[in-house]
């Protein structure tokens, strides 16, 4: 059985899914929600599944508190979701291509700090794109940069606004994310 590990800074709708989408899986469980976060929702959506929680501060994510919890867990795979700090070349280095992240936009447009969220969705608007999607790919030394691993397009000719995008990402995200998840630790 996989071991995953998933990190979130919010609401953490995407770690639920993903919590859910493995709970009667023969192939993997989440073992664990990290979070920089104390007061996040993702913390209570964890513990109503029984997931372990921990909580860090930025400090402790870049000085080495974080890295020493994974290495006692050895997640076979560390998840991405809706996770806002950059994550430490230290943790990247003992965990070669065992990182994933999902990006609300088809990268390499939309991608780099500052990007994520409203602002990606905002950005998009602003720029009359037809189509927009997501992007998972592994995680490296710069923000949104990684190998791609998957991605999905759809259609935003008739969004208005940054939140009807949003909406349509987020539905991408939530049938995806899970399922490239489990290709990944097959």
Do not use: W
């Not at 919010?10 to 899986?25: T, V």
């Not at 402790?60 to 070349?89: R, S, T, Y």
């Amino acid at each position: 059985m996989k071991k995953i590990v998933l990190f979130a800074s919010g609401n953490g709708s995407n770690a639920e899914n993903i919590i859910i989408h493995f709970k009667n899986s023969n192939q993997g469980t989440v073992v664990g929600v990290f979070s920089n976060n104390l007061h996040a929702k993702v913390l209570d959506r964890a513990k109503s599944q029984a997931v372990p929680t921990f909580t860090f501060t930025k400090s402790e994510l870049n000085e080495g508190k974080v890295l020493e919890e994974l290495q006692k867990i050895q997640p076979d795979l560390i998840v991405l979701a809706g996770f806002l700090l950059k994550f430490p070349e230290s943790i990247i280095a003992k965990f070669p291509d065992k990182i994933i992240n999902v990006h609300p936009a088809l990268l390499p447009k939309y991608g780099g700090k500052g990007m994520y969220g409203r602002h990606v969705h905002q950005a998009v608007l602003e720029n009359n794109e037809k189509e927009t999607g997501i992007t998972i790919h592994f995680v490296n030394e710069h923000y949104d940069e990684g190998e791609f691993i998957f991605q999905k397009a759809v259609s935003i000719e008739n969004c208005q606004s940054a939140d009807e995008i949003a909406l349509k990402i987020h539905e991408l995200e939530m049938e995806h994310f899970p399922k490239v998840i489990e290709s990944l630790i097959e």
